[in-house]
């Protein structure tokens, strides 16, 4: 396993979605009275190792969060029993011993074993004082299950780790077994894993199964290759089922329902106008599920109607039909009431996984079906939006139809597509881009979509890029403003190539991981956008001439490519940004005094500090004082670095080695001396001293002195 840059080991992707959905789903919920003297990581590590015994009680009772917190009982006197549960029969009683690992690399040892294995002897002879008091609500329960002849106890041994034990544990834990069930089973153990507990938040996850009923006349059925229904329903029942579960219908539809369209329209409009004709004039509707339950009305004949309960239902083909039906049904129900709709029902139980995306994907005909549709189909898609919400706890949509989240809140595919396309090494994916992301999903050899979600990115990758896209997006804006006439058509019509170039500059290295300094990344891009925008002007201009048509140079991949390698080698050798024509410039334009500095830039510019200066880390606040003070003393190189003239990471911190921008560094600081209640911003030069004065402080004289210059 490869390490951080503060030495630690990283945490799997796997590891980290549990060890969030622990923190989070069980705040509040354990017992942490006892846990107090503890700060930072030491808190988390206990906290996650009770976490983890509640999910495991989760997994094997099926009770609630709330429930399974309340079964923890890890402290001082567990006698190695972090958490109990008894079945409310008495019959069933569950001990768990749990071992959180951040590296994914949790077991038992044999002397945890034999602790484990003693606590259990002792609850077998009733010796229930030797517990601590969170053993108290469950000892009535507990004395009544010892005296049960249907007693059954369960050892549940929980590792975020591999589901392995050592062959030693194994061999006391069957010795255990063989001596407790001597007169018949009564004890058995079972081990869950780090895989276990990531299955159980995928469940979490999985939408509740859709069942839905409808009155089929005129049926066929068929059994082979799998049970199949088609006939006509009252469309009266196809609109409950939209008014009963909306757009959940559609999950495994390549698209949701596209409102208002044309088709849409004229299927609203023969259920108004002409009821009696709709079943002739509409294609139907497909339905997957996973059973269906006939229930005959008179008898089980073709020409007598059969109500059919259809379990784990999704509308594969026929979703605009569904909507429009609802639509007419609210605007009026007497009308559209007279009207039937074809209906196939498909119950493919276990065979879905083998028939439904072709079906899904034949049946797809009646408004047109885009490339776009069909990555609805793809199962990376789902795979993006599962690890957007265990990860980041945000939205991620890919279906067309499916309203985008907000900003704060998440992304959609074509967000993401477009992003990736900008952050690909080569230009020529971002020129497609600006052209409309329908290029984007093209597949093939030459295809856009293959080299963007062939090799799944992780959430955390696709949401950085997003938001950098975001954040140059906005430094455009305002660049735009500062441009007059053909440059600011340049700033405009090149905007993904842009974007582009700003990303290649960025360094992306660990932008997958759960670390990775987000702030300081998006802090960079406004600076770098105003050199790649002059650097982009100079050579389009130098290149193609003054009157060439941005048209053309904006859409041929061959010119972007060369403009871009152009751009590139300028602003990577720090060579002197161009200076803008006069008619670039909006008329009149008047210098605005900048407010404050950028302290890094200004003091590197002036060479105000020498390379290996060293300064020292001063916290601001009193809370920021009381959280790393104690982290700080541990180690007198966790408070100074050493000054390098770089206008991104200037400082070289002493406790690894390292290069940090002053802000970076700081919360970097805060992250590994647990400040857990840090301020949203920070200003991070203010807090690096050297001679009495902060970074900040020398950047300012420096700025004041210019200006009266």
């Known amino acids: ?49 009770r976490a983890l015994a509640a999910s495991a009680v989760r997994r094997v009772t099926g009770c609630d969060h709330r429930t399974a917190g309340k079964a923890v009982t890890d402290g001082e006197n567990d006698q190695g029993i972090d958490a109990l549960a008894v079945d409310e029969t008495s019959r069933y009683v569950w001990l768990v011993q749990a071992k959180w690992s951040d590296a994914g690399k949790g077991k038992m040892d044999l002397g945890e074993a034999l602790k484990f294995i003693e606590g259990l002897r002792l609850i077998e002879r009733r010796q229930f004082d030797a517990f601590n008091s969170k053993f108290d609500p469950v000892k009535g329960q507990l004395d009544a299950a010892m005296g049960d002849p249907r007693l059954q106890i369960k050892l549940v041994i929980a590792l975020m780790g591999p589901a392995d034990l050592s062959k030693a544990v194994q061999d006391v834990l069957d010795r255990t077994c063989e001596e407790f069930n001597y007169r018949g089973p009564m004890l058995d153990f079972r081990v869950l894993g780090a895989a276990d507990f990531h299955e ?42 939209f008014s009963d579960h909306g757009d959940r219908l559609y999950e495994q539809n390549v698209r949701k329902s596209l409102g208002l369209t044309r088709i849409n329209s004229g299927i609203k409009e023969t259920l108004l106008n002409e009821p009696e004709n709709f079943w002739y004039f509409n294609n139907g509707i497909t339905v997957l599920c996973d059973s269906i339950e006939p229930h005959w009305l008179r008898r089980r004949h073709p020409d007598e109607p059969v109500k059919l309960t259809m379990n784990g239902v999704s509308v594969v083909n026929g979703a605009q039909t569904v909507s429009a039906i609802h639509e007419a049904m609210q605007q009026n129900e007497e009308r559209v009431d007279d009207a039937d709709v074809t209906i196939r029902a498909f119950s493919l139980g276990q065979d879905r996984s083998t028939y439904a995306k072709r079906i899904t994907e034949t049946t797809n005909t009646q408004n047109d079906v885009s490339e776009r549709d069909f990555i609805a189909l793809d199962t990376t898609q789902a795979r993006i939006r599962e690890d957007f919400l265990l990860s980041l706890g945000k939205l991620y949509v890919f279906k067309r139809g499916e309203p985008d989240p907000s900003p704060q809140a998440g992304c959609s595919v074509e967000h993401a597509a477009e992003a990736l396309a900008c952050a690909h090494r080569s230009p020529e994916l971002a020129v497609r881009a600006s052209q409309g992301t329908e290029s984007l999903w093209e597949r093939g050899s030459s295809g856009a979509y293959p080299r963007l979600f062939g090799e799944q990115p992780t959430a955390h990758r696709v949401w950085r890029l997003v938001q950098a896209r975001r954040v140059v997006g906005t430094a455009l804006e305002s660049i735009r403003k500062e441009l007059h006439g053909r440059a600011k058509d340049m700033a405009r019509r090149g905007e993904l190539l842009i974007t582009h170039l700003v990303f290649q500059l960025l360094d992306l290295e660990e932008v997958d991981e759960f670390g990775f300094d987000e702030e300081a990344m998006l802090a960079s891009i406004p600076e770098l956008a105003k050199q790649v925008v002059s650097w982009l002007i100079y050579h389009v201009d130098a290149e193609y001439g003054q009157n060439s048509f941005l048209t053309t140079t904006f859409t041929d991949e061959t010119r972007c490519k060369n403009i871009a390698k152009l751009v590139l080698d300028d602003v990577r050798h720090g060579r002197t940004v161009p200076e803008l024509r006069d008619d670039y410039l909006p008329p009149r334009r008047k210098p605005r005094r900048q407010r404050r500095p950028n302290a890094v830039p200004t003091l590197v510019n002036a060479r105000a500090i020498d390379d290996g200066t060293p300064l020292t880390y001063r916290p601001e606040s009193g809370n920021e004082v009381t959280a790393v003070e104690g982290w700080l003393a541990e180690d007198p190189r966790r408070k100074t670095a050493t000054w390098v003239n770089d206008r991104r990471k200037c400082l070289l911190w002493a406790y690894d080695g390292e ?51």
Do not use: C
């Not at 080991?9 to 705040?27: C, M």
């Not at 159980?200 to 199949?228: C, G």
């Not at 970074?695 to 210059?709: S, T």
């Open 1 to 49: 396993m490869t390490a951080r840059q503060d030495g630690s080991p990283r945490i799997p992707t796997q590891v980290q979605h549990v060890r969030q959905a622990l923190l989070r789903d069980y705040e509040g919920l354990i017992h942490e009275d006892d846990l107090k003297g503890y700060q930072g990581s030491a808190w988390e590590q206990r906290f996650l190792s």
């Open 659 to 709: 290069a940090y921008s002053p802000t970076g560094l700081v919360i970097h600081i805060w992250e590994l001396a647990g400040y857990e209640r840090s301020p949203v911003s920070v200003h991070g030069p203010r807090r690096w001293w050297l001679d009495g004065k902060s970074l900040w402080d020398l950047a300012v004289e420096i700025f004041d002195r210019n200006e009266a210059g």
């Open 200 to 241: 159980q938040l995928r469940q979490d996850l999985a939408p509740t199964p859709i069942n839905v009923e409808a009155t089929m006349s005129r049926w066929i059925k068929r059994d082979t290759p799998f049970e199949a229904w088609q006939g006509t329903v009252a469309v009266r029942d196809v609109a409950k089922w």
